[in-house]
């Protein structure tokens, strides 16, 4: 059995710019949830994918959106960059509420 | 809504001494409750949870934490702390009300002293 995936692993953007990661489920996992991890805080939800469909959202701005495909791999996307999107971007897939495996992230630097 | 308060941002315990790292909840429904451990530069690893049963948890590596309904706390332990536990904790609040969204506290750095 794989687990989660991410990539790329590190991601060095400028404000205004767009940019997509990318969430390999793990195997027969058919949730995806997306955290922002600010340096020195907890992750933040931003939102879930269910079967394709968003199913919760955090307080995050729309620019901020995702999408979840048939094999349940997931991209979270980000219009505008603005400097205080730097962070740690954490996927988590789930096939049941009790347990969330999450992926090692992508960090994301705005310049 | 969900919350978590994590007392203590960074705890230095020597090494074979007991490790408590505090954590407490709210939630309106049912909560779900779970330990995650972050090594630097890495993803968040499952240490144990809570989720309705046994309301002493084991996990891990040799951690386990006590769901305490009365004092809304989810407090994780080890007996004997070694080098290897040094690393970023965290606790987080989830349920299974149809979303899985897990709200987590700021987390908890822990430092082994030789």
């Known amino acids: 059995e794989t687990g989660v995936t991410q990539s790329p692993t590190h991601l060095i953007k400028t404000r205004g710019q767009q940019v997509t990661l990318r969430c390999s489920s793990q195997?027969?996992?058919?949730?995806v949830s997306w955290y922002q991890q600010a340096l020195g805080q907890g992750p933040q939800f931003i939102f879930q994918?269910?079967?394709?469909?968003?199913?919760g959202r955090g307080n995050f701005p729309p620019r901020f959106s995702g999408l979840q495909f048939p094999n349940y791999s997931s991209e979270l996307n980000v219009n505008a960059l603005e400097l205080d999107d730097s962070a740690l971007y954490l996927c988590a897939s789930s096939r049941s509420p009790d347990t969330q495996y999450f992926g090692p992230g992508t960090r994301l630097t705005v310049l | 809504a969900q919350s978590v308060t994590q007392l203590g941002s960074h705890v230095s315990v020597s090494e074979g001494a007991l490790v408590l790292l505090r954590c407490n909840y709210s939630s309106s429904v049912p909560p779900y409750l779970f330990w995650y451990v972050q090594y630097p530069n890495q993803g968040l690893q499952l240490l144990l949870k809570?989720?309705?049963?046994?309301?002493l948890v084991k996990g891990i590596n040799g951690f386990e934490a006590e769901f305490k309904k009365s004092e809304t706390s989810f407090h994780l332990t080890k007996p004997s702390a070694h080098m290897s536990d040094a690393a970023e904790y965290f606790c987080?609040?989830?349920?299974?009300?149809?979303?899985?969204?897990?709200?987590f506290g700021t987390g908890t750095r822990l430092t082994i002293i030789p």
């Open positions: 987080a609040v989830g349920s299974n009300f149809g979303n899985e969204k897990l709200t």
């Open positions: 994918y269910y079967r394709e469909e968003e199913n």
């Open positions: 195997s027969g996992h058919n949730t």
């Open positions: 809570y989720t309705s049963a046994a309301t």
